[in-house]
């Protein structure tokens, strides 16, 4: 776990969890592209339940999960 730590700690980009020698690289400005994003679900279920709680005290304390109906 230590190595492991190690390695993420100087090998992998914060942001994105790359390569740092990639997507840091500066000759690789622009080289990038994106596709459509996508939805996750289970982040969008709780984003809707917390709207009835956004006047509670405290909301941010307020802890949240999600579970699959199948």
């Not at 990639?22 to 984003?47: K, L």
Request: glycine fraction near 8%; charge should be negative.
């Amino acid at each position: 776990m230590v190595a492991l730590a190690a390695y993420e700690d100087e090998e992998l980009c914060p942001v994105c969890g790359g390569p740092k020698s990639v997507c840091q690289a500066p000759e690789n400005e622009g080289r990038f592209e994106t596709g459509p994003p996508v939805r996750c679900h289970v982040t969008t279920a709780i984003s809707q339940a917390q709207e009835a709680y956004k006047d509670a005290r405290a909301p941010r304390a307020l802890m949240w999960g999600a579970r699959f109906k199948g």
